[in-house]
């Protein structure tokens, strides 16, 4: 059974910086894709970076330039490396990984952004 694990996650102060990882465990292969989401408190799931096999990326609107994504695949991990976080940066954090006959979602990783 594949399970994903989110670390780095905690609290940070607002302009700070914060590293996720994402490793998948059990056997998985062909991923075609990974990505980060977020949900805040009272809203909906919302994609903050995706990138795919060829490494391509993906990044949501205010995401660029702040944010990311990169992943390795000979361990099946993805990372979104985070900066100049800001106070409603702060949700908990999913990643995904997608494949041809799979779709699978992390617990959750906590991200608070405050003084």
């Known amino acids: 059974q594949v399970r994903l694990v989110e670390s780095g996650g905690g609290l940070v102060q607002p302009g700070g910086s914060l590293r996720l990882s994402c490793a998948a465990s059990?056997?998985?292969?062909?991923?075609?894709?990974m990505g980060w989401y977020r949900q805040a408190p009272g809203k909906q799931r919302e994609l903050v970076a995706a990138i795919t096999s060829g490494n391509s990326t993906n990044y949501q609107n205010s995401r660029k330039g702040r944010f990311t994504i990169s992943r390795d695949n000979a361990s099946n991990t993805v990372y979104l490396q985070m900066n100049s976080l800001r106070p409603e940066d702060t949700a908990v954090y999913y990643c995904r990984m997608i494949g041809s006959d799979y779709d699978y979602w992390g617990q959750g990783t906590q991200v608070t952004v405050s003084s």
């Open positions: 059990g056997s998985i292969s062909g991923i075609n894709a």
